[in-house]
């Protein structure tokens, strides 16, 4: 987990019984290219953090529409809610999650249970800053994504999409990209053309 060490390192400052803590309570596993992650229905009982890979979140409707909710991956273009392969709805309430989770390429997370999270935020005051920080980040960035869904047409979020996230474009198929910006596979390759010849 030497990624998550370094995720939070980058937040708060971790004692040497803290380290030891996460190193005694995390389990890391690894997932196949194609094998889901997290199934709809199930309840969030933990964090997952990727530690290497992409993995998508998405939803299917009651047609049996597919539609990508969000992209997990960890490098320097990630944010807050690329790295924890999470429904934060279903974790927070312990609700089923309306969510399905799977792997887009071969991927290792960091598995960590609620209720050590729980422990640590009530050992460590700055754990639970550190969640109450973590959780207004997450929610203003899925904020924002959902607002651009509104506001703004199929060339602006694509145009923001390349300014973010350019890589992915060669790291997930297409049709999962286009489903994650709204518009359809069609669509996403006449924009990539229009950018390309810019």
Known sequence: MNKLLEFLNLNITLSSDEVDLLNHKMVQKHFKKGEMIHHCEHIHDSTYFIESGTARGFYIDENGKDTTWLIYFNDENS???????????????????????????DCTVSIMKKEDVETLCSHYHKWSEFMRKSSDTAY????????????????????????TTPHLLHKVPQYH?????????????????INLCE
């Open 79 to 105: 944010h807050m809610t690329n790295l924890f392969v999470l429904d934060y709805d279903s974790y927070l309430n312990q609700t089923p999650s309306k969510l399905h989770f799977e792997a887009l390429s």
């Open 140 to 163: 203003s960035l899925v904020h924002e994504k959902f607002f651009s869904q509104l506001v703004e047409n199929a060339e602006e979020r694509f145009a923001r999409f390349l300014k």
């Open 177 to 193: 990209i286009a489903s994650y910006l709204g518009i359809t596979p069609q669509h996403l390759s006449r924009l990539k053309k």
